[in-house]
């Protein structure tokens, strides 16, 4: 999540982002803004005890809306893999290869 230096508007990737007490807005679409999905949206370093598997959905569920997640961006580009706790231990889970994501190994 960044906010865009030419209108000050919040973006994650290159969606629209909005919040306020009870919920978070990409491009309109509205996610509860519960403890868990701020951690992953805002930390280096989310608590996972915070972070619930409704949360990781939500989540997936924005990073596949803004693909905040993907190289510039695009749609058609690479996941942006690192070597931080984040990635390791939230992103990269996500979007495994498998069909079927053992939810307990993210916590």
Do not use: C
């Not at 865009?4 to 306020?20: L, P, Y």
């Not at 280096?44 to 990073?63: G, H, T």
């Not at 996941?79 to 996500?94: C, D, V």
């Amino acid at each position: 999540m960044y906010q865009d230096e030419t209108d000050g508007s919040f973006k994650i990737g290159r969606s629209g982002f909005k919040f306020n007490n009870k919920h978070v807005f990409v491009d309109g679409r509205k996610h509860k803004a519960t403890q868990g999905l701020w951690e992953l949206l805002t930390e280096d370093n989310p608590d996972r005890n915070s972070v619930s598997m409704q949360d990781k959905q939500a989540y997936k569920q924005i990073l596949i809306q803004s693909n905040a997640h993907i190289v510039n961006y695009s749609p058609s580009g690479k996941i942006k893999a690192n070597k931080g706790l984040k990635y390791s231990r939230f992103i990269s889970p996500l979007f495994s290869n498998t069909k079927d994501v053992p939810w307990e190994t993210l916590q």
